[in-house]
Nanobody, 125 residues
Framework: QVQLVESGGGSVQVGGSLALSCAAS????????MAWFRQALGKEREGVAA????????AYADSVKGRFTISRDNAKITMFLQMSSLKPEDTAVYYC??????????????????WGQGTQVTVSS
């Protein structure tokens, strides 16, 4: 069983920055891909960004391009999300996810085999 543990959520004012991290349990093979999703109150879970742990290729939702940066540390099987210029609409619970098969669309929740417990990000004006 793979465990993913997120950290780094919190509250910030509009225009501020936050950094999230997601660490996979060490007794696991390296996932092919990891991603960040978010779910705002009353809305569906949506893909924010994804990264291929081998190639380092990334993908972003249009709503966060230029403001969020996803990165990884393969040695520690850890993924990061640096968020800047935050907006109230970024408020959500952020989840990390891991894909061990390397297939499927990056922003489709069905692509991912394992999920973290989520961390709240709140952006206030």
């Amino acid at each position: 069983q793979v465990q993913l543990v997120e950290s780094g959520g919190g509250s910030v004012q509009v225009g501020g920055s936050l950094a999230l991290s997601c660490a996979a349990s060490r007794d696991t093979n390296r996932p092919e891909r990891m991603a960040w999703f978010r779910q705002a109150l009353g809305k569906e879970r949506e893909g924010v960004a994804a990264i291929n742990l081998g190639s380092g290729n990334t993908a972003y939702a249009d709503s966060v391009k230029g403001r969020f940066t996803i990165s990884r540390d393969n040695a520690k099987i850890t993924m990061f999300l640096q968020m800047s210029s935050l907006k109230p609409e970024d408020t959500a619970v952020y989840y990390c996810a891991a894909d061990f098969q390397g297939s499927g669309w990056w922003s489709d929740t069905r692509t991912y085999n394992y999920w973290g417990q989520g961390t709240q990000v709140t952006v206030s004006s």
